[in-house]
């Protein structure tokens, strides 16, 4: 199994630009979540899903938007990219029954500039 | 919700005990309290997760009080290896809403040799 797997790793925006950063599990887990980290902030939940065509939003939803199609993809979407933003991006996934025990992935490291 | 409070950062010697703890004075009956380790350039990955007393794996051991008002991380004999960022997390083991799950900030451990 890969696990969690982000792309891209790094991206370079210009502020407005839009992009969208994926996300795909392959344990069939029903959760999958999107946090940011930034330096002294520790992780801050964006948006979560409990299963398939259904989303949330978590502690700081603007200016992202997400889907859930299927089980395994977790897109999640900069509208138009301001450079607060600009942070590291992890996607994690876990099963129903044991939503704390996540798994992460290597993350993406996003500068908008 | 409960909130969770650690150290911003620790030091240490190879070969040393280490132990962290996590003030988390509001938890609540059904949460778990769960410890990720986090290396530079990854996402955090699961080390140990406990309800009450003493919980032990091969990687650390977990002691929470009675009052469960605390937990106490600890490492035995640390190497340079074990230089990270450890994270406290306190929830719900099956969370249907991802928002109850309380990360603490990170604790950035530096083992010297």
């Known amino acids: 199994n890969a696990g969690v797997t982000q792309t891209p790793k790094f991206q370079v925006l210009k502020t407005g630009q839009s992009m969208t950063l994926q996300c795909a599990q392959d344990m069939n887990h029903e959760y999958m979540s999107w946090y940011r980290q930034d330096p002294g902030m520790g992780l801050r939940l964006i948006h979560y899903s409990v299963g398939a065509g259904i989303t949330d939003q978590g502690e700081v939803p603007n200016g992202y938007n997400v889907s859930r199609s299927t089980t395994e993809d977790f897109p999640l979407r900069l509208l138009s990219a301001a450079p607060s933003q600009t942070s590291v991006y992890f996607c994690?996934?876990?099963?129903?029954?044991?939503?704390?025990?996540?798994?992460f992935g290597a993350g993406t490291r996003l500068s908008v500039l | 919700l409960a909130k969770t409070t650690q150290p911003i950062s620790m030091d240490s010697y190879e070969g040393q005990e280490v132990n962290i703890t996590c003030s988390h004075n509001n938890i609540a009956t059904n949460d778990y309290i769960t410890w990720y380790q986090q290396f530079p350039s990854q996402g955090p990955r699961f080390i140990i997760q406990?309800?009450?007393?003493?919980v032990t794996n091969e990687v650390a051991s977990l002691f929470i009080p009675a009052d469960r008002k605390s937990s106490t991380l600890s490492l035995p004999r640390v190497s340079l290896s074990d230089t990270a960022v450890y994270y406290c997390?306190?929830?719900?083991?099956?969370?249907?809403?991802?928002?109850?799950?309380?990360w603490g900030l990170g604790t950035s451990l530096a083992v010297n040799p």
């Open positions: 997390l306190v929830g719900p083991r099956g969370a249907g809403n991802n928002r109850k799950l309380i």
């Open positions: 994690a996934s876990s099963l129903r029954t044991e939503g704390n025990i996540q798994y």
């Open positions: 406990g309800y009450k007393t003493k």
